[in-house]
């Protein structure tokens, strides 16, 4: 049976840590911390786990995954998630990427499968590299950048103080969401995961 790649996107380094565009990152660790492991390095160019999911009811022993997060910058994404997939042997139906998303209020979740990249450039890099846009998306919602603030400036600030209070509630419900599209497939996850 094929493991899941669960990649979480960012900017490597203490610097970016706190960034909105590492809100990816963030989820892709509490998912590393609720399996009880860490990520480490792989030669994929990426910090890399092999876990096993929860089952539904919570119990230990769901399904195989691998959790990851590139080492390379957000624009460069593309070469590990590829590398991984290679080297892990998952199909493209399993690659479930986590990432922010300008065009979603903050601390909404939303998943889809394919469309556009919405000038996200590690969703581009990743198109590019797997041949295809048909992949499992989580979009954390970081809303969009206030009065005439460029967009790439924005996602390269951190969480104002407002947001890091609700901060681990969004990394949680991002989580849980994951979870839930590898449990319930994209329809149903979608109808539980939109409705709260």
């Known amino acids: 049976m094929e493991p899941w790649l669960i990649v979480g996107l960012g900017n490597p380094g203490p610097g970016y840590a706190g960034n909105r565009h590492n809100v990816g990152v963030m989820v892709v660790e509490e998912i590393a911390r ?3 492991s860490t990520l480490k390095a792989h030669k994929a160019q990426a910090l890399a786990a092999s876990v096993r999911l929860p089952q539904p009811s919570g119990a230990p022993g769901g399904p195989a995954a691998i959790i990851a997060r ?4 957000m624009n460069v994404s593309g070469g ?5 997939m290679n080297f ?4 493209l139906d399993k690659l479930v990427v986590v990432h922010d998303e300008l065009d979603i209020d903050f601390a909404d979740v939303r998943l889809k499968r394919g469309g556009g990249e919405g000038g996200h450039n590690g969703l581009r890099s990743i198109t590019s590299s797997v041949g295809s846009k048909d992949y499992l998306r989580v979009r ?4 969009r950048p206030p009065g005439r603030m460029d967009a790439a400036d924005f996602v390269l ?3 104002n103080s407002t947001e890091k209070k609700d901060l681990p509630f969004l990394v949680d419900d991002a989580a849980d969401a994951v979870q839930t599209l590898v449990d319930l497939g994209l329809t149903d996850a979608q109808n539980k995961v939109h409705a709260r």
């Not at 590139?70 to 910058?73: L, Q, R, V």
């Not at 892990?88 to 199909?91: E, L, R, S, Y």
């Not at 954390?140 to 809303?143: A, C, L, P, T």
Request: proline share 13%.
């Open 34 to 36: 609720r399996a009880g």
């Open 70 to 73: 590139p080492t390379t910058y």
């Open 80 to 84: 590990p998630v590829k590398s991984l």
């Open 88 to 91: 892990f042997k998952v199909p």
């Open 140 to 143: 954390v919602g970081i809303g």
């Open 157 to 159: 600030k951190d969480f």
